[in-house]
């Protein structure tokens, strides 16, 4: 069975960067996309950016500026930098896998129980 | 402000019949599939309907999907007092070339 696991620091000064890891055991992280997604206390939720594993990538136009997602597929991981932090950045963040293989527009299916990050 | 719009909350009796809206454009809603999403406090979002209209296994057939336009709809019947969450719908938006969220709907069971 297939599980995601996000770690990562818990408080991040302001204008530092965020560094989170999301970890996949079980199974490989090839073949489907995979994003980052987060939600600030009390908020909705706000999708960051998705990964593929050979590199292929798209961010969230607000965060684009910010943003960058990595895969080590020797590690079967995948990594978020949120650069310039603010305290706007305080939030849950979820690393969660596509449904369908090789999808990039078909829904999050797995997601991992998230990772809280304070600035 | 959300893409897409959710009222925020929506209360209804055990037994009872409820549906949970989400309002979008023809950007997304209109050209793409819907997805649902169950949240309970403190735990991360569940899949509850894929495109559109369908259920992930092991999600009650007392959940469903539907959409027209450029809207879509969650109808929970049966209502139970374990279906008191936040639900979200999602969509891939073709103008902002990425997903959006709506805003969330607080259900309540009274």
């Known amino acids: 069975q297939v599980q995601v696991q996000e770690s990562g620091p818990g408080l991040v000064n302001p204008s530092e960067t965020l560094s989170l890891t999301c970890s996949v055991s079980g199974g490989s992280i090839s073949n489907y996309y995979w994003s980052w997604i987060r939600q600030p206390p009390g908020k909705g939720l706000e999708w960051i950016g998705y990964?593929?594993?050979?590199?292929?990538?798209n961010y969230n136009p607000p965060l684009k500026s910010r943003v960058a997602i990595s895969v080590d597929t020797s590690k079967n991981q995948f990594s978020l930098k949120l650069t310039s932090v603010t305290a706007a950045d305080t939030a849950m963040y979820y690393c969660?896998?596509?449904?369908?293989?090789?999808?990039?527009?078909?829904?999050?299916?797995?997601w991992g129980p998230g990772t809280m990050v304070t600035v | 402000q959300s893409v897409l719009t959710q009222p925020p909350s929506v209360s209804g009796t055990p037994g009872q019949r409820v549906t949970l809206s989400c309002s979008g454009s023809?950007?997304?809603?209109?050209?793409?599939?819907v997805y649902w999403y169950q949240q309970f406090p403190g735990t991360a979002p569940r899949l509850l309907i894929y495109?559109?209209?369908q259920r992930p296994s092991g999600v009650p057939d007392r959940f469903s999907g539907s959409k027209s336009g450029t809207s879509a709809s969650l109808a929970i019947s049966g209502l139970r007092s374990e279906d008191e969450a936040d639900y979200y719908c999602?969509?891939?938006?073709?103008?902002?070339?990425?997903?959006?969220f709506g805003g969330g709907t607080k259900l309540t069971v009274l």
């Open positions: 495109r559109n209209d």
């Open positions: 969660a896998r596509h449904r369908v293989q090789m999808e990039a527009h078909d829904g999050f299916a797995l």
């Open positions: 999602a969509v891939w938006d073709d103008s902002l070339s990425g997903w959006v």
């Open positions: 023809n950007f997304n809603i209109g050209n793409n599939y």
């Open positions: 990964m593929y594993y050979t590199g292929s990538i």
